[in-house]
Each structure stands twice: as structure tokens, then as C-alpha cells.
């Protein structure tokens, strides 16, 4: 992510919020939490998810790769922004640069970047076709290949993922992103292993009645 450039030389739709990090925005060590910085990063996604559906109904499906570059201080200038990277069928790819520094001054340094994706839903919550976004740029077109290069990875590892104990793979077909399956499975091997497992359940049939002895 580093190794890519995101300038104003990009057309990708994009939002930026501002705001002061708070006291109550603190960690242990003073500094601001980590989970306060993906929080903010998760709401600008949402907002640009919003703005480019024109639907406040959308959610995050992964949010991956948050790299955290520097603290963030209490009382600084915090400014998050969401750019739209990759449409897919449902999907918006969002990268999120945060950026902070004194008020006093116009200097912000990035300190904090994240990934996110976001997906439309529909009234009963399934996943909606999403606008196609279409990148004009060479640095768009340059970051969208990135955002494909990143689903591509997290392809492979998924499909690496749904392997059995023994290193076997369980989905010979490996499409799709559904990570349902190997979750089942660790769920019931490491019940296995924690000896969690329930014994055998009787069989609830009736019994036959014994035959009356013949006297
Ligand atoms: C959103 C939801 C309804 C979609 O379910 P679904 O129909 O099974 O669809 P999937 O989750 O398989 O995939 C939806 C999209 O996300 C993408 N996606 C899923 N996992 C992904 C991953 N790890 N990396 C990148 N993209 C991913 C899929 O490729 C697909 O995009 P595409 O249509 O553009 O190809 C369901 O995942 C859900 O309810 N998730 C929980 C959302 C939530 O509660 N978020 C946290 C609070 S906001």
C-alpha cells in the first residue's frame, strides 16, 4: 500500500472528514487508539459507500491491510479520506489515507491507512448490485489494478484456508469468497480437540415390546 501513490491526481469520488482527536479518543499510552482510528476509517468508507449509492443502507464485508505508520495525538487535527478504488458486482473498494497533525500549523502527516470494503443492500438485506465506477486517471487506473491485485491475494488465501487438517483441500472448485465453510470446519475441529465433542445421540424410536415369555 505504501508503494502506491494517492494524489489529487486521481477522479475517483472521494470524501474527507475533519475533526479534533478527543481526550475520550485516548489509549493506555496516551496517544490515540487504534481502534478509534479504524472506527473512522470504517465511517468514511461508509459515507463515500452512501454518497456513491445515493443509500445509507451498506455495509462493511472486509475491512484488511490497516497499517498503522505513526501515533496520532489527542488535541491534533485528524483528517480521514475515503477514495473510491474498484467497483466489482456488489462491491465498492475503498482506500482510507488518515492524516493529522497541530492545528496550529497546515502540516498533516499521514499516520494510518486502511482498506475497507463496502456492500449495498437491499430491504431484506442481501447484497445489491453496486454502480460501476470507472477509472479515468492513470493513477486511478494504476490503484484499481492494486485494489484487484489485493482481492486476488485474499482469493488465494481463502482457498489456501479451506484445507482440512491433514492439508487437504476441501473445495475442489475454490470459486468464490464464502469463508463459511472453513469456519464450520475449524469450529468442529477445535471443538474436537478441546474434547467438546457431544456424544452420539440415541435414537429416539420407540422400542419394540418384549415378547411375552412362552411359559
Ligand atoms: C453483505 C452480505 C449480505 C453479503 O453477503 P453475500 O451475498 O453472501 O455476498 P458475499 O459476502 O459473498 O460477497 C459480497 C461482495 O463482497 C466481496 N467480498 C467478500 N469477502 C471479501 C474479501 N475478503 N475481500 C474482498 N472482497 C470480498 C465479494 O467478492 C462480493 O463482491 P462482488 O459482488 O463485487 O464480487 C453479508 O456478507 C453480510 O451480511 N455481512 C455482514 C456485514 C456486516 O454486518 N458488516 C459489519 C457491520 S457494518
Redesign the pocket.
Same mark, same amino acid.
Not at 455495509?59 to 472486509?62: E, G, S
Given at each position: 500500500m505504501a508503494a502506491q501513490h494517492y494524489t489529487d491526481a486521481g477522479t475517483a469520488p472521494r470524501v474527507v472528514l475533519r475533526f479534533l482527536a478527543a481526550p475520550t479518543d485516548v489509549n493506555w499510552g496516551g496517544k490515540v487508539h487504534g481502534g478509534i482510528v479504524m472506527e473512522w476509517i470504517?465511517e468514511a468508507a461508509?459515507v463515500l459507500a452512501t454518497r456513491w449509492t445515493g443509500d445509507v443502507r451498506n /455495509? @462493511?464485508?472486509?475491512a $484488511?491491510g490497516v497499517r498503522f505508520y505513526r501515533p496520532l495525538r489527542i488535541g491534533h487535527l485528524v483528517e480521514v479520506e475515503a477514495r473510491l478504488l474498484h *467497483? $466489482? *458486482? *456488489?462491491?465498492m473498494?475503498i482506500s482510507v489515507p488518515v492524516r493529522s497533525g497541530d492545528p496550529a500549523t497546515t502540516e498533516l502527516e499521514l499516520t494510518t491507512h486502511g482498506l475497507i470494503?463496502f /456492500?449495498p443492500?437491499t430491504p431484506d $438485506?442481501? @447484497?445489491h448490485a /453496486?454502480r460501476a465506477w470507472v477509472p479515468v486517471s492513470d493513477e486511478d487506473v494504476a490503484l484499481e489494478a492494486h485494489a484487484l491485485e489485493l /482481492?486476488a491475494l485474499?482469493?488465494a488465501v481463502?482457498r489456501r484456508s479451506r484445507t482440512t487438517p491433514e492439508g487437504c483441500a476441501r473445495d475442489g472448485a475454490g470459486t $468464490?469468497?464464502?469463508g463459511a465453510r472453513a469456519v464450520s470446519h475449524v469450529a468442529r475441529s477445535s471443538d474436537a480437540d478441546q474434547g467438546r465433542v457431544r456424544p452420539r445421540r440415541r435414537s429416539r424410536r420407540p422400542r419394540r415390546p418384549s415378547r411375552p415369555r412362552r411359559g
Open positions: 470504517d461508509h /455495509v @462493511a464485508v472486509y $484488511g *467497483t $466489482g *458486482t *456488489t462491491s473498494h470494503g /456492500v443492500l $438485506g442481501h @447484497a /453496486v /482481492v485474499r482469493g481463502e $468464490g469468497w464464502s
